[in-house]
């Protein structure tokens, strides 16, 4: 089962957001409300992907991100940005971050799973990833 | 998607619609306080950032629970009050009347 951690400020977001993927999709949601508490829980339970806010107050998402780019535990882990519809000039900068995608807000909850599994190239039906290789 | 996932979803989000209208309702009070205060010119700086983060938050998420048209006129409202002209600050009452009216059915 795919592991996906939200990160948003917003409690709407994520609640909209986990029922969305936990209900068309069954993927596992992980939370977090806050850039610092998302790379702590990114640390500690390794997601498949997270699906962060660009507006966040204290630290936003491309600097959280810039940040887990930095610890080579969570540095592969795709990055969706989730943001407010922008002009150009915005997405070329986030593109720039070497993110893996960009999610506009508002989102239909209905395809949100199909936009995230669409960027990420995971094929509907495909198996979970393989577990990890045990440690010798 | 079957039609049984759908409606499982619809139902989801209307429940929590319901759960997050006080804080919607409170938060319209406030962008329409926002609203009378620039009618009048005496727009404060404090209501005009707190009314800007408002609005951005609704652009982001009216359209998720089915009001995209809410979404578009907070993005506008937002836009407003990001970068505020006495102009468009005359405009802004009218926009928060057009953001009730198209959020009204779930009041």
């Given at each position: ?27 596992q949601?992980?939370t977090a409300n ?26 936003d ?11 080579p ?28 995608g ?27 990833p393989?577990?990890?290789?045990p440690?010798? | 998607?079957?039609?049984?996932t ?8 209307a ?40 609005a951005h ?15 578009e ?15 468009s ?5 009218t ?13």
């Amino acid at each position: 089962m795919r592991r996906i951690l939200i990160i948003d400020d917003e409690d709407d977001i994520r609640e909209v957001a986990a029922l969305s993927l936990e209900a068309t999709a069954g993927w596992q949601i992980l939370t977090a409300n806050s850039g610092a508490a998302g790379i702590e829980i990114a640390l500690a339970q390794q997601p498949d992907a997270i699906l962060m806010d660009v507006m966040m107050p204290d630290v936003d998402g491309p600097t959280t991100f810039r940040i887990m780019q930095q610890d080579p535990t969570i540095a592969h882990i795709p990055v969706l940005l989730l943001t407010a519809k922008v002009q150009g000039v915005d997405q070329r900068r986030f593109a720039g971050l070497g993110v893996n995608g960009i999610l506009f807000k508002p989102f239909d909850p209905l395809t949100l799973a199909q936009q995230i599994s669409d960027i990420l190239g995971w094929k509907e039906g495909s198996p979970d990833p393989p577990p990890p290789l045990p440690s010798t | 998607m079957d039609k049984k996932t759908e409606a499982k979803v619809d139902d989801l989000i209307a429940s929590l619609w319901k759960k997050n209208l006080p804080s919607l309702r409170e938060r319209l009070n406030l962008l329409d306080r926002a609203a009378a205060e620039a009618s009048s010119g005496a727009l404060a700086e404090a209501t005009r950032a707190e009314a800007q983060s408002i609005a951005h938050k609704l652009a982001g998420n009216l359209g998720m629970f089915g009001y995209p048209q809410g979404s578009e006129v907070a993005s506008k409202m937002e836009h407003t009050l990001k970068a505020p002209t006495p102009e468009s600050l005359a405009t802004l009452a009218t926009l928060a009347k057009q953001l009730r009216k198209s959020i009204s059915a779930g009041l």
